[in-house]
């Protein structure tokens, strides 16, 4: 699976963001796929992720209410909207895909929000 992110970049407190991702190479339709991020000096964090099939979704307490994921199964890709945004929600945000018990990720984006 690859999978290939952008819309990273620099913005202010309380302002927005959006990243998407393109995956390919799926071997069926059934996966999950999503954000993880990593600040300097921290571990990296899953942010949300969204199942293909129902469309389930998961957001890290931190963002909940904040940021919203969506998904387009025939296009197989995935954006986070980012709203809000906060200073602790910089670092580098990496797309992840789950399929078959098998993790892909793409290169991070970096995402500053700075004043």
């Known amino acids: 699976v690859q999978l290939q992110a952008s819309g990273g970049g620099l913005v202010q407190p309380g302002g927005s963001l959006r990243l998407s991702c393109a995956a390919s190479?799926?071997?069926?339709?059934?996966?999950?796929i999503g954000w993880f991020r990593q600040a300097p000096g921290k571990a990296r964090e899953r942010v949300s992720c969204?199942?293909?099939?129902?469309?389930?979704?998961y957001y890290a307490e931190s963002v909940k209410g904040r940021f919203t994921i969506s998904r387009d199964n025939a296009k197989k890709m995935v954006s986070l909207q980012m709203n809000s945004l906060k200073t602790e929600d910089t670092g580098v945000y990496y797309c992840?895909?789950?399929?078959?018990?098998?993790?892909?990720w793409g290169e991070g984006t970096q995402v500053t929000v700075s004043s």
């Open positions: 992840h895909a789950r399929q078959s018990g098998i993790d892909s």
């Open positions: 190479g799926f071997t069926s339709d059934y996966y999950n």
């Open positions: 969204i199942s293909s099939d129902d469309g389930t979704r």
